[in-house]
């Protein structure tokens, strides 16, 4: 089956060159990780932080997935021509409603011509009033 | 083919239910209309204003898809299940970068009830400087 | 919002290149027109009858949907670059079970370059035994 | 990460109940494993083998990947309503043109309330002439 790499898989970055394509693949999730259950909150994935991912035609990212466990919650797809290269360029934010169980959230995001990647996990722990 | 579904082509709402109904169903851009070429900018797409569409196994908004006239941008799948039924439920913000020529862009939103919905246009006009 | 393009908009391909250009854009639903309720039936769609689209990175066809009026059934995307260009390289084929009631179907196409293409529709009468 | 589900992780069905669970979440991918390069050649992907998945608005099978090792060729989407509960109801066949180098095909199909699950390998191989 496809890999899906992720960064913590392959150690810390030898150099410049792999600390860029590390960095400009790996899909983050920024959200609070403390949540009231029923409140409204949001949920923003970039791909990357401080390097930036070609968006062309022929090298893109085309989807991400945002997972809670082993269930899909949303995914959005990328088409090549409307983001140039520079960063910042590939993100999306979701509002969600917190549930009444804490949620474990990963987010993939695929590449056209590097495959699969995936995020470090991010909890978010679901607080009763 | 699908009938694809906008208030304006009904007329005004006669009554509560037809108002909620139109609501509840039609995407909304939100984002500016003059934007300096090559800046970032966000575009922001929730479904209605004031009323609030169901997200049950059986009746939800399937997807949103946002289009530049006849180019399709970006895509957004939700799942049902995670999205409880209250105002502001489906919203998804995108950040783009102005291209060189102005934008007019659409949203067209699938409920699996009541089919395909869109928004009215918005005109972004790309500024030099 | 985005036109949805169809030959039988436009009038009879005035020369060559039209009928090339109508052709390879537009899907084709190729069923039985009278099927068994409960009975297993398949559906293919393929794009264009005798000419050939293009599939490389910015210029190909990045999915088909099955519609039965407003109730979208499936949709297939396609990758760039795995599907050379020669006749029947788009085509896709599903097993169905019918309804108890007749369906309407159309299928639309999505090109990257040339936007969206809507199929003439085929209806599909249930057959009670 | 969400978990990726594979009989051969488990090892053999202890029961009937998981022989029935394995077989109707695992996609088989159907195929030639030699084709001349250049030629048409037709890849069929169902899930199961003998047992049925249900296909209802709150659980049924949402989509098919075929991946080529890292990179995705094709993805199909189901909608719950249209595919009753009956086995061979989650069926898709691609027409494909064999590339110059052997593939390493991987389906994986998505159960939106058992998760993510991948077929056996299958590998094609590119056959001169």
Redesign the interface.
């Known amino acids: 089956?496809?890999?899906?790499f992720?960064p913590t898989d392959f150690g810390e970055a030898k150099n410049e060159l792999q600390k860029d394509y590390f960095d400009r693949h790996t899909p983050v999730i920024h959200c609070d990780t403390q949540v009231g259950v029923?409140e409204?909150f949001k949920i923003k994935i970039r791909i990357g932080n401080e390097y930036t991912h070609p968006h062309e035609?022929?090298h893109h990212i085309?989807y991400i997935q945002l997972?809670?466990?082993?269930?899909?919650?949303?995914?959005?797809?990328?088409?090549?021509?409307?983001?140039?290269s520079?960063p910042?360029?590939i993100?999306?934010?979701?509002?969600?409603?917190m549930?009444q169980v804490s949620m474990n959230l990963?987010a993939?995001s695929?590449c056209?011509k590097?495959?699969?990647w995936?995020s470090q996990?991010v909890v978010v722990k679901a607080v009763s009033h």
Do not use: C, K
């Open positions: 089956m496809p890999t899906i992720s029923g409204l035609a022929d085309s997972w809670n466990r082993e269930t899909l919650l949303t995914e959005t797809r990328f088409y090549p021509g409307i983001l140039p520079q910042g360029n993100e999306v934010e979701y509002t969600m409603i549930p990963t993939l695929y056209t590097h495959g699969l995936r996990p």
